[in-house]
């Protein structure tokens, strides 16, 4: 997964930066407030990053459960623990599934 976290820098490092910078200057409001930011960066990783695009494609019925849960349960967000695992466990397989990037030779 730091591979995927290194393409989204690399491909969207401003939206991600916008992002963050939006996080920090509205700690109290940012799920409202950075609305934009968080959907402009979710549409160039979803553009620009294949993992991403696959989890949203294979693990799309475990995201739709876990976002419902998370706005259900928006005081207790502990009631989504097992919402978040089968999330995580679905992004694990997607990412198992996928074939290594190539190293470059080393040069001897």
Request: hydrophobic fraction near 25%.
């Amino acid at each position: 997964m730091d591979g995927t976290l290194d393409e989204v820098t690399k491909h969207c490092g401003l939206q991600l930066r916008l992002y963050t910078d939006c996080i920090d200057t509205n700690k109290d409001t940012w799920q409202q407030t950075c609305l934009q930011q968080r959907q402009a960066l979710t549409r160039c990783s979803e553009t620009h990053v294949t993992l991403l695009k696959l989890v949203k494609e294979q693990c799309a019925d475990v995201i739709k459960s876990y976002d419902q849960c998370v706005q259900t349960h928006s005081t207790n967000p502990e009631e989504c623990v097992n919402a978040l695992k089968a999330l995580y466990d679905c992004t694990q397989r997607v990412a198992q599934d996928q074939p290594p990037k190539s190293v470059p030779p080393a040069d001897s």
